[in-house]
């Protein structure tokens, strides 16, 4: 794959590297890898970064950094990107429930891949997944990708309310509510794992970059 | 020592500088929609500048001191009153306890601020006090405040009195004004839309919608059409990002702004104009956006950043 990412402005307080432009897992492990390489020496300055999926997102402080200032440095760390891709991945076992009360749309999500509800449940356990980023509500990681098989389109009507803890799956990605919120994705399982937990030492159990594999419990 | 809410009909928030460090988890900074009068304040009384304050903002507010202290009271869209005086914005006071500190709205802005010496001290979640209603973080209980809800103040390391009657200057404030020109960093997804477009956004008026809030400020005007329907995948956004829905209408994220978003964005509203946008009225404001350059803005932000040490202390 071509690594050529561009760095342009957004807004006089942040920059966006732009690595690529599709969900693509390699894109988005560059993205982790130049994120974790900055983090390493941030310039005084900086704020934090924000990685999505073919982008990383560099908050900075405009009254101590310039743009230009900011940029050049970045520009020299792209270069070292390649070596940084061999680091370690997190790897997060999470014990799922499927079907039942809060798995409500697993069924039809079978219909609609015509397949058998026991097929869904191995094909979405099977996979070993990457957190391409997180967002939508504090702590919520958008995990990639589905298998093709299992492909469903969001709800055309969201509920209102979601619970915490519930597995779903929209277009090529799954997640996992961390906290009761509103929510567009079809239903499939849920996990009794506490996703946030703010008055934690460590409040978020996934981070970006990610590895996470789904543990089918009877 | 404590501040108490008599009377709430608007929204009133505890905000500090925002939660930094959290937004690659999802977690939005939150903090004060006017930065720079949330900063003025905190200046007058001596506070640092990334103390807890309260927010005000859509309706009125009447707090009671339940002890002496010195407060100050900075913003737009409001008329301040203590005890049985009227009393100009912008300025720091000495309040005698059981005092009464009513707020309430005019129709020339959008959000006041009350700062108090030795600042609010309310249990800081994931590093800040700011309240993040969505998601129900920090603040008090991550809520908005009510009549009877009672919230500590820190102590005062020096003698309150010398931090009262003094007046932060209307030269050194942002230019509050009904009719704004905004200067915009234009991009990163200026290409998806067409020239006449970009043409459209920077030379005609738009309003502010009834439906906009802490997260973002619905824009009302003609509206920005595509080149093409290409899908641009989430990405990083930031305070004052400009982003344009398939309605072509654009919302400019505001300080609740997710930490990711999916809409093209045609541009970003700089620092120094975001104080000038928070203070739009709905329905009522007429924006106009401007081009120009990061090199520009950061120039801008900072002369009026540098305007905090105009303190005029008067008596």
């Known amino acids: 794959m071509k690594f050529q990412p561009k760095i342009v402005p957004l807004g006089d307080s942040a920059l966006l590297i732009q690595v690529g432009d599709e969900i693509d897992i390699t894109t988005n492990q560059h993205v982790h890898a130049l994120a974790a390489l900055i983090n390493a020496s941030p310039l005084e300055g900086m704020i934090e970064t924000v990685p999505a999926y073919g982008t990383l997102l560099v908050h900075y402080d405009p009254l101590i950094l310039s743009f230009r200032r900011l940029r050049d440095y970045l520009s020299e760390k792209l270069t070292q990107v390649r070596d940084n891709l061999s680091r370690k991945r997190k790897q997060i076992e999470v014990p799922v429930r499927y079907g039942g009360e809060h798995g409500v749309d697993l069924e039809s999500v079978a219909r609609h891949c015509q397949l058998q509800v026991e097929d869904v449940i191995r094909i979405h356990s099977e996979k070993t997944y990457t957190v391409f980023m997180m967002g939508f509500t504090p702590g919520f990681p958008y995990l990639g990708k589905l298998d093709d098989a299992i492909l469903t389109p969001r709800l055309e009507t969201p509920r209102t309310r979601v619970p915490a803890g519930t597995v779903a799956i929209a277009g090529s990605q799954t997640g996992i509510y961390p906290i009761d919120s509103p929510g567009g994705w079809q239903l499939i399982a849920w996990t009794p794992l506490q996703i946030f937990s703010p008055q934690s030492e460590s409040p978020f159990l996934f981070s970006p970059g990610d590895e996470v594999k789904f543990i089918v419990e009877e | 020592m404590s501040l108490k809410l008599i009377d709430v009909s608007g929204l009133v928030t505890i905000q500090d500088s925002g939660r930094k460090g959290w937004r690659q988890f999802g977690v939005p900074t939150s903090g004060p929609m006017d930065a720079f009068a949330y900063r003025a ?275």
């Open chain 2, 41 to 315: 304040a905190n200046t007058l009384v001596s506070n640092p500048t990334d103390c807890a304050a309260f927010e005000i903002g859509l309706g009125d507010a009447t707090f009671q001191a339940t002890q002496d202290c010195v407060i100050a009271v900075t913003g737009a869209g409001y008329k301040l009153s203590i005890y049985v005086w009227e009393f100009p914005l912008w300025s720091s006071f000495f309040v005698r306890a059981g005092w009464k500190i009513s707020l309430s709205k005019t129709d020339n802005g959008m959000w006041a601020y009350l700062a108090i010496a030795g600042g609010i001290q309310t249990q800081p979640m994931l590093g800040s006090r700011s309240t993040y209603l969505r998601g129900a973080l920090g603040g008090l209980k991550g809520r908005q405040l009510q009549s009877d809800d009672v919230v500590n103040i820190g102590y005062l390391s020096h003698s309150s009195y010398e931090l009262a009657a003094r007046t932060f200057p209307e030269r050194a404030w942002p230019a509050y004004i009904q009719t704004p020109t905004l200067d915009v960093i234009m991009g990163p997804q200026t290409n998806y839309f067409t020239n006449e477009s970009i043409q459209i956004f920077l030379s005609n008026e738009y309003s502010v919608s009834l439906t906009s809030d802490r997260m973002g400020y619905r824009l009302e005007g003609p509206a920005l059409t595509r080149r093409n329907e290409t899908e641009l995948i989430s990405e990083g956004l930031i305070f004052g990002a400009i982003q344009v829905p398939s309605n072509g209408q654009p919302i400019v994220m505001m300080a609740d702004c997710p930490t990711t978003g999916g809409y093209p964005k045609i541009g970003t509203v700089a620092s120094a104009d975001l104080p000038l946008l928070a203070q739009c009225i709905p329905n009522k404001s007429k924006i106009r956006f401007r081009e120009t350059t990061v090199a520009k803005a950061q120039k801008r932000h900072r002369a009026l950043i540098s305007g905090l040490n105009k303190i005029v202390e008067n008596e």
